[in-house]
């Protein structure tokens, strides 16, 4: 079975300051690891993925992850937020047969001036 | 060129009310899922098909009927809608091992 645990339904930041957004994982296979980020109105759109490659994995709009197996976590960070990252983010855990995807609850991210 | 495209984009409809949402995909992939995202957002697994066959029913009532007539479409029609059908549907669809890619969802809207 699988799962993932976003600590923490909203995050707020400073323009410029550092993103950090939590998830961890509950795998009982090699998990493969997705971040994606939904606008309002709009649908899913693919981030970041792990897939049992390098650890450190960089996605689009200067995101990065980090697969640390020992903590079984997941997390996102980005080292200067933006406006325009205002936004809902999703981690997902997807292993097993037919790629079937579970996704966590979400965090909102609010990018003040 | 929309990979996972999916219509109506809005539907409001009356209580009672049959309706179908359909979604079509061109990446060529086998697997396709219909998702519930509810007010708040959270992401909910209902059916999902391979190959135009049943794989995944997470307990969804059964007035909710998906159809796949080939692995390219995937649609989802909806029995004598309820209050609490309300929300907003997305397909999406996945290849092996690769991650799933979505549409822009239906917001169903039921009064």
């Known amino acids: 079975a699988q799962s993932v645990t976003q600590l923490g339904s909203h995050v707020s930041v400073s323009e410029g300051a550092l993103v950090l957004l939590r998830c961890n994982y509950s795998s009982s296979v090699p998990p493969y690891l997705f971040w994606y980020v939904q606008y309002p109105n709009q649908g899913l759109q693919l981030l970041l993925k792990?897939?049992?490659?390098?650890?450190l994995v960089k996605g689009i709009n200067g995101f990065e992850a980090e697969f640390k197996k020992s903590e079984t976590s997941f997390h996102l960070t980005k080292p200067s937020a933006h406006m325009s990252d205002a936004a809902e983010y999703f981690c997902?855990?997807?292993?097993?047969?037919?790629?079937?995807?579970?996704f966590g609850s979400g965090t909102k991210l609010n990018v003040k001036p | 060129d929309t990979a996972v495209s999916q219509t109506p984009k809005y539907l409001v409809t009356q209580m009672g009310n049959d309706k179908s949402i359909k979604c079509e995909q061109n990446l060529g992939h086998d697997t396709m899922y219909w998702y519930k995202q509810d007010s708040k957002k959270f992401l909910k697994i209902m059916f999902s098909y391979n190959n135009k066959e049943l794989i995944i029913n997470e307990t969804v009532p059964n007035r909710f009927s998906p159809k796949s007539p080939d692995k390219a479409h995937l649609n989802l029609h909806i029995n004598s809608l309820e209050l609490g059908d309300s929300a907003v549907y997305f397909c999406?669809?996945?290849?092996?091992?690769?991650?799933?890619?979505f549409g822009q969802g239906t917001r169903l809207t039921v009064v």
């Open positions: 999406a669809s996945a290849g092996m091992n690769t991650e799933a890619f």
């Open positions: 997902a855990v997807s292993g097993g047969n037919f790629n079937k995807f579970y």
């Open positions: 792990y897939t049992s490659a390098a650890t």
